[in-house]
């Protein structure tokens, strides 16, 4: 070795690098990334130029290449081999982003529904208003949830999965006419919201003015909401119209069946005069 400052030991090029230097052995072992010079006593050097190669060496490794695969393209190197390795991983981060996000949104939605769940109050009802929506629905259901219902609700889980990925996220919705008649079984299908970044809807629910309220508890809560609902709307001089919308808030973090919140938002308008 004529200039010993033109070279890098192990360890100098392993910090000029930001690795270990136990990499750079086990890299010169595997023949995968050589030091330019051993000297006789098994030292290994290296040179400032081999930076580069090292560098791609990294880049591939962090985009899932593995090294046998970078062994394989070392063997017979050539811009279309690169360039088709490259697409190849370019088409895995694309869709590794793809799941990221729908796992992000899908967490984001479990979030919002459980900041609701700790402000929710049993039979506590509130006017609000809400934006126009798309809405995915099911086929018809009976109310029963007995085997045909439950055969329309894996149904309609497999279809959410299939436009949005992690998706499990779906309510039940029930004409308000049989609210207001006291038929609180009598469901209409399951639904789910769509997403802005999927334009794929079956209904718009136009935006309007809807009665929000929360039930703690199971079917006999449930029916004791509902009438305090239709009272409610009576007493504001409002009548409900459309579709009432049952979601369960709690699911995930649900100790005991009685501690079950769902949230009903039903759609209203003024009593004409």
């Given at each position: 070795m004529k200039n010993r400052k033109l070279y890098y030991s192990t360890g100098e090029f392993a910090k000029l690098n930001g690795?270990?230097?136990?990499?750079?052995?086990?890299?010169?072992?595997?023949?995968?990334?050589?030091?330019?010079?051993?000297?006789?006593?098994?030292y290994r050097y290296y040179t400032a130029l081999q930076t580069?190669?090292?560098?791609?060496?990294?880049?591939?490794r962090k985009m899932g290449l593995s090294i046998e695969e970078i062994l394989r393209y070392q063997k017979s190197p050539s811009d279309a081999s690169f360039g088709e390795m490259i697409a190849d991983k370019?088409?895995?981060?694309?869709?590794?982003?793809?799941?990221?996000?729908?796992?992000?949104?899908?967490?984001?939605?479990?979030?919002?529904?459980?900041?609701?769940?700790?402000?929710?109050?049993?039979?506590?009802?509130?006017?609000?208003?809400?934006?126009?929506?798309?809405?995915?629905?099911?086929?018809?259901?009976?109310?029963?949830?007995?085997?045909?219902?439950?055969?329309?609700?894996?149904?309609?889980?497999?279809?959410?999965?299939?436009?949005f990925g992690l998706h499990d996220n779906f309510g039940s919705r029930i004409l308000t006419d049989n609210i207001l008649n006291g038929n609180y079984q009598d469901y209409d299908c399951f639904f789910a919201y769509g997403r802005p970044d999927?334009?794929?809807?079956d209904e718009?629910?136009?935006a309007g003015t809807f009665l929000r309220a929360f039930c703690i508890g199971g079917w006999e809560?449930?029916?004791?909401?509902?009438?305090?609902?239709?009272?409610?709307?009576?007493?504001?001089?409002?009548?409900?119209?459309g579709y009432a919308y049952e979601e369960g808030l709690n699911e995930m973090v649900?100790?005991?069946?009685?501690?079950?919140?769902?949230?009903?938002?039903a759609a209203c308008r003024k009593v004409p005069l």
């Open positions: 690795m270990n230097k136990r990499t750079l052995h086990y890299y010169d072992e595997i023949g995968l990334f050589s030091p330019k010079y051993k000297a006789e006593n098994g580069v190669q090292l560098e791609l060496i990294t880049t591939l370019i088409d895995l981060i694309d869709q590794s982003i793809l799941e990221l996000q729908n796992t992000k949104a899908f967490l984001m939605q479990k979030a919002e529904k459980l900041a609701l769940s700790l402000t929710a109050r049993h039979g506590r009802v509130d006017m609000i208003t809400l934006p126009r929506q798309r809405i995915l629905l099911s086929a018809p259901i009976t109310g029963a949830y007995d085997d045909d219902d439950f055969s329309v609700a894996a149904e309609f889980s497999l279809r959410l999965k299939s436009i999927r334009e794929v809807c718009l629910r136009p809560s449930l029916r004791e909401v509902y009438r305090i609902i239709c009272a409610y709307a009576r007493d504001h001089q409002l009548e409900l119209y649900l100790a005991d069946p009685g501690d079950y919140i769902t949230m009903i938002t």
